[in-house]
């Protein structure tokens, strides 16, 4: 079965810090991957995802993400971070073909001013 | 952009008692999905749907029905609510199944006493 593993439940960094919130996935064949930000009180929204191509993608609100294949891993980076992007994060995973997408627990980021 | 509109927002029910949430999206996607957020376990599927009268099993199903009526709308049912399903609930929509992004409804926040 497909699982996503974000082993961080808290982040906290100052302001203009380099950021990179890890995500590792478990699943055998191509997996497509996403990240999507929650704001305090807010829904999520999209940031970015990969499909096949580039092992990195750059996403909105200036966060990119590279895929590992090689470590089966997905992590979100951003420099520098700003006190905006408090937010809780989630690595998500879709099986090819399964319609499904299965979401982590998800990363508090907090960023200090 | 899409509009993914729940309601209500918040709902207060006894153990027992009978629920019904609503999501309505008005850019004609075709798959719309019910997500149940709980801490520590990020968001999980409950069901979804490819068109009208279509239903799918998610990942957590159990103690919830769901009713596509229209391309617009989407229904999750608690014909006997219990504490174990107080959750924040999101529902999202996309254009296809696949690799695509998920747009978010603001979430309704349930309490089953």
């Known amino acids: 079965a497909q699982s996503v593993d974000q082993p961080d439940a808290h982040v906290t960094l100052y302001e203009g810090a380099s950021l990179e919130l890890r995500c590792s996935y478990s699943?055998?064949?191509?997996?497509?991957l996403f990240w999507y930000v929650q704001y305090p009180g807010q829904s999520l929204q999209f940031l970015l995802k990969?499909?096949?191509?580039?092992?990195v993608v750059k996403g909105t609100k200036g966060f990119e993400a590279e895929f590992r294949k090689s470590n089966s891993s997905f992590n979100l980076k951003k420099s520098p971070a700003h006190w905006s992007d408090s937010a809780k994060y989630f690595c998500?995973?879709?099986?090819?073909?399964?319609?499904?997408?299965?979401f982590g627990a998800g990363t508090k980021l907090t960023i200090k001013p | 952009e899409a509009a993914v509109t729940q309601s209500p927002r918040n709902k207060v029910t006894v153990t027992g008692g009978n629920v019904t949430l609503s999501c309505r999206q008005t850019n004609s996607h075709n798959y719309m999905y019910w997500y149940r957020q709980d801490t520590g376990h990020g968001l999980r599927l409950i069901h979804y749907?490819?068109?009208?009268?279509?239903?799918q099993i998610g990942d957590v199903p159990d103690g919830y029905k769901a009713t596509r009526t229209t391309q617009e709308d989407f229904f999750l049912l608690l014909e006997l609510a219990s504490p174990s399903q107080t959750s924040l609930y999101f529902c999202?929509?996309?254009?296809?199944?696949?690799?695509?992004?998920?747009?978010f409804g603001s979430g309704t926040r349930l309490t089953v006493l």
């Open positions: 749907s490819y068109g009208a009268g279509n239903l």
């Open positions: 990969y499909i096949t191509g580039d092992a």
């Open positions: 999202a929509s996309s254009e296809r199944g696949s690799a695509e992004t998920l747009y």
């Open positions: 998500a995973l879709e099986v090819y073909g399964n319609e499904k997408i299965t």
């Open positions: 699943y055998s064949a191509a997996p497509y």
